[in-house]
């Protein structure tokens, strides 16, 4: 299927693939165009590039990854001798050039930024920053229409301190091209990553209070889904344990 781009500036575009709905991003320049994120498989990497050439008009040099999941980075296998980039804690495959903390391209007049804050939704979490345009491509670390996912690489403890790095490069006008769902703005980011703050803040209070991580969904009002916090929970109640965090029983109260 032709994947169909949405202008979100004039030199900046997205198109959302299937199955999972993940979006991938345009960056053009005078000289060469880049791609966030690749779809999930060779076949649509290669649909993804073509098409992308043909938008903007000049050759697509580089694909950034922003992070290990498949659905972000199936499609690199397709996209040929395409640069790819990606934080050197990606597993999914080998990159062509791999970074630690910052890298930067230049497109011909069009400067594109790669940054890690850390580990965070993943261990190879990627920001890609597009100054020119006010847009900021966040991958997973912000979700749209859904609750941000979590798994056994993530870090709830840095996910917040990494959203600080981008929200504290962004302006009112900023645009931010979250993994799923639709373009969003800074109160949007802000909002959530306040609501991803929370569980581990509110988890290390509801340890405190002595609650098992069996009783932590039911013990207090949560911004995300049942299904999010059977996930997310017992994340938090792991990272906390390894810190020494851990709800202590409460032991009843006799009268003699």
Known sequence: ????????????FVTRVEPHGVNVGLVVGADSALLVDSGNTPEQGRELI??????????VSHVVVTHDHDDHSGGVAGMGQVT????????AFA??????????????????EMIHFGEAHTRSDVLVFVP???????????????????????SLSNWPTVLDGALGASTGATRFVPGHGKVVDRDFAFVQRAEIAMIYS????L????????????????????EMLAVALPKAYAELAAKGVEPRTQLPILNI
Do not use: C, Y
């Open 207 to 226: 340890i405190q209070q002595g609650v098992k991580v069996g009783d932590a969904a039911a013990a207090t009002q949560w911004p995300f889904s049942a």
């Open 132 to 154: 020119g345009e006010s847009v900021i491509f966040a991958g997973d670390l912000l979700e749209e229409g859904g609750d941000p996912q979590v798994d056994d690489t993530t």
């Open 84 to 91: 790819s980039i990606a934080h050197e804690n990606l597993e």
């Open 1 to 12: 299927m032709t994947p169909v781009w949405t202008p979100v500036t004039d030199r900046v």
């Open 95 to 112: 990159p062509t050039r791999q970074f630690s903390m910052a890298v930067a391209v230049d497109l011909g007049g069009q400067r594109v």
């Open 50 to 59: 073509e098409s992308a050439a043909e938008l903007a008009g000049v050759p």
């Open 202 to 205: 509110q988890t290390e209070m």
